[in-house]
């Protein structure tokens, strides 16, 4: 029974544990909302901002393989090089460090009470925002009550002499150490879970520094797992940067064990008589110098990538770039994405429509080719948007996320028509082609004003959706109005030719079929930045 009982507290602490991490993050991401989009949209080929980027995104969303699988899924799309990768995986490994010093706090006597606050918000809370304040309490008691049960299951194991003859063989054997590391992190799939489980074993008083080091170092190895396992499915340079995770770890752990006696010292005059201060200070200054001396050499680190593995890949564009399931674990990150596909979904449909109208002036029938194959991409993209928002709709979203979700999925609809439109006036194109429709100069001049307003109203739709710039909205919508009217004197005044003996039957109705079709798209367009003022 004894056995069962500790087997049972190390299952549900550990548990809890993992689950109030997890409830914390989300909360903290919800809450964080656009300010954490910026933060992501800010790597840059500067080192320094990628090393602080990470750290930052990863104390938010309390995972360094979440925020290095983030990293993988980029790499993948294409929209961060390995150089951004490589600051951000060292910034990673400097944020999960504060898991760790928050756990080292004896907090586990208030557990209940914040967990009592967090379930009372929660239950009386109408608006999202108030919810994830309640799920970061509540996360954050559940978290230390896992500790608690953790450290109350490890007491009897302590004294067990098995438990002792572990203890002298790692005390002895550092590799041992680190294998021991390595192994539980890649199976509980958290550095920062196993770190817990050690400062948990730390309250006992049976374990030293010279047991717990080279189990923390071991951690930082067993974390690359889950970004490796990310990366089976992605490409080559996404490969390459799970690589350089991994590298990473190992030469910083190489660098520093023969230095390990003096860590031991420095935190001992930091945290003189607590062993579990001393474990979260030794895993924070490991990751920060480990990250200041490898930091200069992430050209090296690039460099070794790809030899371990040579060759690039370029990135198929016949389908959905931005968009991995993996990404859906962070759904602020997710959203970042799916705007970028979305955007770049609107750029294929605006090309389509200045191909199918330089189809129709020039006549070239070439370019109507290369306007069915974009449209080709533009719907699968329609399609792979719209099966992604359905995925992310699913999960616990914030407000925020929830409202820029509905709007995508309005947008990328009407992204979709216009694409529709630019074909019409591209098959409208091959018939004045085969028909030898001639037009004159009065006639070329109303269209190309007219077309000219309506991509300019298609690229401000855009800009506004891409921005989120609202003043844009009635600029957009005054200019709409122009093209709708604009649209109704064409129709009168070219009947009116008609009538006249101007042009033929067969002309007009091509002519009335393109100005229709780019009112249409006008209206698309004004739908396009009304989405986000929604």
Known sequence: MEILGIISGLIGGLGLFLYGMKLMGDGLENAAGDKLKSVVERVTSNRIIGVAVGALVTAIIQSSSATTVMVVSFVNAGIMNLIQATGVIMGANVGTTITAQMVSFDLEGIAPFVIGIGVFISLIAKSKKK?????????????????????????????????????????????????????M??????????????????????????????????????????ALLAAVNANRTAKKAAIIHLLFNIIGTIIFMPFIGWLIEAVQVISPNEVVRQIANAHTIFNVI???????????????????????????????????????????????????????????AKENFELAMRCFSEGNEELAEQVIKNETLINTLER???????????????????????????????????????????????????????????????????????????????????????????????????????????RSSHIKRLNNGKTTAYASVIFLDVISNLERIGDHAVNIAGAISQ
């Open 290 to 348: 480990v990250t200041l001396i490898l930091l200069p050499f992430a050209n090296v680190l690039v460099f070794i990538a790809n030899k371990i593995l040579p060759g690039d890949i370029k990135v198929e564009k016949n389908g959905a770039l931005y968009l991995d399931d993996n990404l859906l674990e962070n759904p602020v990150i997710a959203t970042i994405q799916v705007q970028k596909e979305t955007i770049r979904m609107a750029n294929k």
């Open 384 to 490: 792979e948007i719209a099966d992604y928002l359905v995925k992310l709709s699913q999960l616990e979203l914030s407000d925020d996320i929830t409202n820029d979700v509905t709007s995508a999925f309005n947008v990328i609809n009407d992204i979709e028509r216009i694409g529709d439109h630019a074909k019409n006036i591209s098959d409208l194109a091959r018939e004045k082609i085969y028909e030898k429709v001639k037009y004159d100069s009065e006639d070329i001049h109303d269209l190309q004003v007219m077309y000219n307003n309506t991509l300019e109203s298609m690229e401000m739709a855009i800009n506004t959706y891409e921005e989120k710039d609202f003043k844009n909205v009635n600029s957009l919508s005054n200019l709409e109005d122009g093209i709708d009217a604009m649209e109704k004197e064409l």
């Open 131 to 183: 919810r994830d304040i309640a799920n970061i309490l509540l996360g954050f008691g559940l978290l230390f009550l896992g500790m608690g049960l953790m450290s109350d299951a490890m007491k009897p194991i302590a004294e067990s002499e098995m438990f002792k003859e572990f203890v002298f063989l790692v005390g002895n054997n550092m590799f041992l150490g680190l294998l021991t590391g390595l192994v």
């Open 185 to 226: 992190t890649a199976i509980v799939q958290s550095s920062s879970a196993t770190t817990g489980i050690l400062i948990a074993l730390a309250t006992t008083g049976k374990i030293n520094l010279y047991v717990a080091i080279p189990i923390i170092l071991g951690c930082n190895i067993g974390t690359c797992v889950t």
